[in-house]
């Protein structure tokens, strides 16, 4: 069974292999698929990757609880990515 998709954020789905994006609207749902990750995805998990070089190789507690800290924000952020017209080429499936 697979999970229901969560509206007005970005979803994997892997039966198509798409990111879907579901916007609410006064006519009821839109869909937006498109094959590549949206741009923030891949910037933030980017980040996310230097941020665990660092955590690696620190010795100090109080810094890599700051790191640790900045990496859960930035993973709850992956968690609700919006979209942005401007920046993605979606196109949309009624």
């Known amino acids: 069974m697979s999970r229901k998709f969560t509206q007005n954020r970005w979803n994997w789905d892997d039966n198509s292999k798409q990111w ?3 916007e609410l609207t006064e006519e009821g749902e ?14 933030l998990t980017m980040k996310i990757k230097e941020l665990n070089d660092k955590l690696i190789i620190t010795k100090d507690p109080e810094e890599n609880a700051k790191l640790f800290d900045e990496m859960m924000k930035i993973s709850k952020r992956l968690q609700c990515m919006r979209k942005n017209d401007e920046e993605f080429k979606l196109n949309p499936i009624f």
């Open 30 to 43: 839109k869909y937006y698929y498109q094959v590549d990750p949206p741009k923030e995805f891949i910037a």
């Open 20 to 22: 879907i994006f579901i």
